[in-house]
């Protein structure tokens, strides 16, 4: 399975990108198994999202910058509001990156 690896780029993933960092300065980990584990979260995040995210959520929200290159499309909403079936966030500024999943077939 090919896999993007904007995931990394997440909370989590930078959280996880500095830990890996951190053990491999420290020679607990190798260099070797920090890519491993690298490429193993980006599967796992591809697979979760795709398999195990069945809630939807309806964007609202004024466009600031857009963006197409590479076959992957980035939007700036500014104001956003984010509403589901349970409940409604607002915020000011969010950054959307949307890439074809039939690239990762390939």
């Known amino acids: 399975m090919a896999t993007f690896e904007l995931y990394r780029r997440s909370t989590i993933g930078m959280c996880l990108t500095e830990t890996l960092d951190e053990m491999v300065s420290s020679g607990t980990l190798s260099p070797e198994l920090a890519i491993q584990v690298l490429v193993q979260f980006d599967k796992s995040m591809t697979d979760a999202l795709e398999n195990q995210v069945k809630s939807k959520v309806n964007i609202k929200g004024h466009l600031h910058t857009y963006r197409f290159c590479d076959n992957v499309w980035t939007?700036?909403?500014?104001?956003?509001?984010?509403?589901?079936d349970e409940t409604t966030e607002q915020v000011g500024k969010v950054k959307i990156v949307a890439c074809d999943s039939k690239l990762l077939s390939q």
Not at 76 to 83: C, E, H, R, S
Request: charged share 20%; aromatic share 20%.
């Open 75 to 84: 939007f700036i909403l500014t104001d956003a509001q984010f509403k589901n």
